[in-house]
């Protein structure tokens, strides 16, 4: 698989202070590579180091050391940026301009011709769901909801090989979210990469093929979501859900130790095994207790639950 | 032609668009900002000056007519180009809409240079509709034809002249500085150059060679803005030779390219946090 974003070691030290200044760290040797096609999930609290990253392949600012490649090219390649696109976190554009002229003059910027422009312009801000009758109105009039659409807009006004999205659900409503959640969803489809920071972990749980973990300007975990479970927590869970019979019944036969927890509910037993071997056990008690078992399922840790364990 | 040799012939190709597209915005933010409305203030000015100042001089009418329009399209000139000028890029830090456009593909120097013009542009219709303004008066005052009217147009062109340079010093100095420090260092610059000649005789007058040093150093760095002050000769109706606009504009075009080139070296080094 083709690697589409590479970063080697990438660090940035910001100068404070002004009589006395001293370096502050925002990110530390961070190593990453983002692959085709791949939907990869950028996360970590405040001040982690999430933005630095982006403003760093954007060129907004210059690394203290270390070098970042997209689509085999140096960031620092003017070039190369007409083949990727991004939303800034907590987009601002220029306010004078209706949604309209603003993406003709970010379509200017990648040279696109008038036709192609305009044409563009219009499917895209159909694609982001905004209403046509908003289309001429000048950006200082919209809400943050709206300004959000238009910046997706503007992020694909190219038909960019790589997205960077920042915070891409911030100021969107629950409808919105799903919109935005299926356009990202049909860029994967379309063939596109999609570098996404989120502070929504429930989107990049259900969006991203691969998530990273900053904490303090460093890398803290990189992979699947399942390898990221694996990673951080090794225990595999188990649950079992059980009725018509008492704690009290079943301690006597089920196996001892910290592998086991036993909560009473309403109708029964809820039984969280992290030994997979000691199912079997609970089975057998269960029988021998006239018991019944509702139901068995592997018990996974969410995005969140992972998310704050790194906090 | 594989997509790495397409996207660059592209970008090669859209260089000027880029930098047209830019300079159109930047006109567009000035006219619907109403930087434009001086216009009115101008041609109140002027309406006022026609009919009263007029009356009062004696014959000098068209004298003083033209004496107030291009001190006034000078300063309210000044005026714009320092205020936004140094607002160019400072806005757009500001308000961080810069960061969709260095995410496209855009040099540092291309919107700089875009901005630049577009400001220009600005100033350019500024001073063609107080230049029209002000040959209407005058056919006013005469109730005919006045040759005047013809002969204060070079003057008017050096004041564009001398605007434009005054642009691209505020842009170098917002291209590292706070807006309030850039508004006077642009303001003191305005001045010092139409008094270069007194800074030449001042550094070969001067006794200590520190102080001959300083101010030769300053008198080469300012530009020489008296160069384009021709207001009181075109009162007088006297016409500068060809030779001579050309000599002065050439040095502008110079002495703008060597500055924009400093602030684009200053910009392109610069970390937008």
């Known amino acids: 698989?083709?690697?589409?974003?590479?970063?080697?070691?990438?660090?940035?030290?910001?100068?404070?202070?002004?009589?006395?200044?001293r370096k502050v760290r925002a990110l530390d040797c961070l190593s990453l590579t983002i692959?085709?096609?791949?939907?990869?999930?950028?996360?970590?609290?405040?001040?982690?180091?999430?933005?630095?990253?982006?403003?760093?392949?954007?060129r907004l600012i210059f690394p203290?050391?270390?070098?970042?490649?997209?689509?085999g090219h140096d960031i620092a390649e003017v070039a190369m940026h007409s083949r990727i696109g991004y939303l800034p976190e907590n987009p601002y554009f220029y306010d004078y301009l209706s949604a309209m002229e603003f993406l003709n003059f970010c379509g200017q910027l990648f040279g696109l011709s008038k036709v192609e422009r305009t044409s563009r312009a219009k499917e895209l801000l159909s694609r982001v769901r905004l209403d046509?009758?908003?289309?001429?109105?000048?950006?200082?009039?919209?809400?943050?909801?709206?300004?959000?659409?238009?910046?997706?807009?503007?992020?694909?006004?190219?038909d960019p090989e790589v997205v960077f999205l920042d915070e891409p659900m911030s100021g969107l409503d629950p409808i919105g979210r799903r919109e935005v959640r299926d356009l990202i969803t049909a860029l994967r489809q379309d063939g596109k990469t999609v570098f996404m920071c989120s502070h929504i972990l429930s989107d990049i749980e259900v969006l991203c093929d691969r998530v990273a973990i900053l904490k303090g300007g460093r890398l803290a975990h990189v992979?699947?979501?399942e390898e990221l479970r694996q990673q951080i927590d090794g225990r595999n869970v188990v649950e079992m859900v059980v009725s018509g019979t008492h704690e009290t019944a079943l301690r006597p036969y089920l196996p001892g130790g910290k592998d086991l927890r036993v909560t009473a509910t309403p109708t029964g037993l809820r039984i969280e095994l992290t030994k997979e071997g000691d199912v079997d056990e609970v089975i057998i008690a269960l029988r021998k207790t006239g018991g019944k078992l509702v139901s068995v399922q592997p018990l996974r840790q969410s995005l969140e639950e992972l998310f704050l364990d790194q906090k | 032609m594989d997509a790495d040799t397409k996207y660059i012939r592209v970008y090669i190709q859209a260089n000027m668009g880029r930098i047209t597209a830019i300079a159109g915005n930047a006109f567009r933010e000035a006219v619907r900002d109403?930087?434009?409305?001086?216009?009115?203030l101008f041609v109140l000015l002027l309406t006022g000056g026609a009919i009263f100042l007029g009356e009062l001089s004696g014959g000098q009418e068209r004298k003083i007519i033209v004496d107030l329009g291009l001190s006034a399209m000078l300063l309210f000139g000044v005026f714009i180009a320092i205020f936004v000028g140094i607002g160019l890029v400072y806005k757009e830090i500001e308000r961080r809409t810069i960061y969709a456009i260095f995410a496209k593909p855009v040099g540092r120097g291309e919107f700089l240079i875009g901005k630049y013009l577009g400001l220009c542009l600005t100033l350019l219709v500024n001073v063609l509709v107080m230049g029209t303004g002000v040959?209407?008066?005058?056919?006013?005052?005469k109730h005919g034809w006045d040759p005047l009217v013809l002969r204060i147009w070079p003057a008017i062109l050096l004041i564009y002249v001398e605007l434009a340079i005054l642009t691209s010093i505020a842009l170098l100095f917002s291209s590292f500085s706070s807006p309030a420090l850039s508004a006077l260092l642009t303001f003191f610059i305005f001045i010092i150059g139409h008094f270069s000649a007194d800074l030449k005789g001042l550094a070969t007058s001067m006794t200590s060679s520190g102080a001959r040093w300083l101010f030769s150093v300053l008198y080469y760095l300012v530009p020489n803005l008296a160069n384009y002050s021709l207001i009181t000769s075109a009162a007088h109706g006297d016409v500068p030779s060809s030779s001579y606009v050309a000599a002065v504009v050439s040095y502008a075009l110079l002495y703008v390219s060597i500055i924009l080139a400093t602030a684009t070296l200053i910009f392109s080094r610069r970390n937008f946090k």
Do not use: C, H, P
């Not at chain 1, 791949?38 to 954007?58: C, P, S, V, Y």
């Not at chain 1, 289309?135 to 910046?151: E, P, Y």
């Open chain 1, 1 to 21: 698989m083709m690697t589409v974003v590479e970063i080697n070691r990438l660090t940035k030290d910001y100068e404070i202070g002004f009589w006395r200044k």
């Open chain 1, 35 to 58: 692959n085709q096609g791949e939907i990869f999930g950028f996360l970590g609290a405040n001040g982690a180091g999430k933005t630095t990253t982006l403003k760093l392949l954007m």
């Open chain 1, 64 to 71: 203290t050391e270390g070098s970042a490649r997209i689509l």
């Open chain 1, 132 to 158: 046509e009758s908003k289309w001429d109105t000048q950006l200082r009039k919209f809400s943050k909801g709206m300004l959000q659409r238009v910046g997706l807009a503007q992020s694909l006004i190219n």
């Open chain 1, 223 to 225: 992979g699947s979501l």
């Open chain 2, 34 to 40: 109403r930087v434009l409305y001086n216009l009115v």
């Open chain 2, 135 to 141: 040959s209407a008066a005058l056919l006013y005052i």
